[in-house]
Nanobody
């Protein structure tokens, strides 16, 4: 089992920045892929970004590319999502997810473990 705990959400003005953190525990994550998803009210949960636990490959949804950066700290078992130039349309609950497998998917159904989510609200 893998437990994921997100933090770092909050209220920010448009153009501002936030950094989300996801601390993983329960087992080693060497063969895992880690993802960030978000869900706005009345909408489907959508892919934001992903990274493998080993290696340098990162993946982004088109509408966050160039503004968001995913990274990890293996020693701290933590994945981060640095969000810059935030827009009101980025408002959502952001979820961290883990997939037992090195292939990265944008499909949320491919992920095995989920955190409880952290609210991000961007005011105009």
């Amino acid at each position: 089992q893998v437990q994921l705990v997100e933090s770092g959400g909050g209220l920010v003005q448009a153009g501002g920045s936030l950094r989300l953190s996801c601390v993983a525990s329960g087992r080693t994550l060497g063969g895992f892929a880690m993802g960030w998803f978000r869900q706005a009210p009345g909408k489907e949960r959508e892919f934001v970004s992903a990274i493998r636990w080993i290696g340098d490959s990162t993946y982004y949804a088109d509408d966050v590319k160039g503004r968001f950066t995913i990274s990890r700290d293996n020693a701290k078992n933590t994945v981060y999502l640095q969000m810059n130039s935030l827009k009101p349309e980025d408002t959502a609950v952001y979820y961290c997810a883990a997939r037992n497998g090195v292939v990265v998917f944008t499909d949320r159904s491919k992920y095995d473990y989920w955190g409880q989510g952290t609210q991000v609200t961007v005011s105009s």
